[in-house]
């Protein structure tokens, strides 16, 4: 058998696996997302890839930033801001006295968007005691395109979200930034954090008498043990 041949016979062999694999992955997001509704195949690519996605990101520690501060009264009060929910209405935190808050920059076709589960369970598993906060963002590589309806439309048909969102704002530092990001990003409004968001999904704790007291960048999950832990104190 001449050499020609056998090169042949091996590259023929690798794309016969290559494309078993190829099929069979196709197939698992399929079944990955049997529930889903209106997803782009990127969308359904990245739920189905969500748990090797986190695992690769925390191997190299990869947007994985922790901060916290206790007992820091903010110079402009929590409780003063105000804001505009996905469908147009206003939203005064102050309405929040009391609970806890988890604020969380969020967006459709990112890598975490899968997060919107958990959060979800979060925020049902501490009814009455905390209260979660989406932020739906374009700021990072343009993964949130869609307009105000579309995305309140998605996040409850394929993640159930029951808990509040805001409109589609940006949440980096800027002229445009939404003014609840602006004071959980400037430490002479919030007593000590400057810490923007690094990528989307990143959440900010604030307790139940309006001071920030946590940052969790993107890659800490919302039953991730430090923010169990902060939502028990």
Aim: proline share 4%; charged share 20%.
């Amino acid at each position: 058998m001449s050499i020609s041949k056998i090169r042949y016979i091996k590259l023929k062999k690798i794309f016969i696996v290559l494309a078993i694999l190829l099929a069979g992955f196709f197939i698992y997001v399929e079944i990955a997302n049997r529930n889903s509704v209106n997803m782009t195949y990127r969308q359904k690519v990245l739920k189905a890839v969500y748990p090797a996605f986190i695992w690769v990101t925390k191997l190299f520690g990869k947007n994985t930033t922790s901060l916290s501060k206790k007992e820091v009264a903010p110079p402009v009060s929590f409780y003063s801001l105000h804001d505009t929910d996905i469908s147009g209405k206003a939203f005064d935190l102050e309405n929040l006295k009391g609970k806890k808050v988890l604020l969380v920059n969020t967006a459709s076709d990112c890598g975490y968007t899968n997060q919107y589960a958990d959060l979800e369970k979060l925020s049902q598993q501490y009814q009455g005691k905390l209260v979660v906060i989406g932020f739906p963002a374009n700021d990072f590589k343009e993964q949130e395109k869609g307009e105000n309806e579309a995305i309140a439309e998605f996040c409850k048909i394929n993640y159930g979200v029951t808990f509040p969102l805001m409109k589609k704002s940006s949440v980096i530092k800027s002229g445009q930034q939404d003014p609840v990001f602006q004071w959980l990003t400037d430490a002479t409004k919030n007593g000590w954090n400057d810490q923007p968001p690094t990528w989307n999904f990143c959440k900010y704790l604030v307790d139940e008498n309006g001071k920030l007291v946590n940052f969790f960048a993107s890659s800490v999950e919302p039953f991730n043990a430090n923010i169990i832990n902060a939502l028990n104190q």
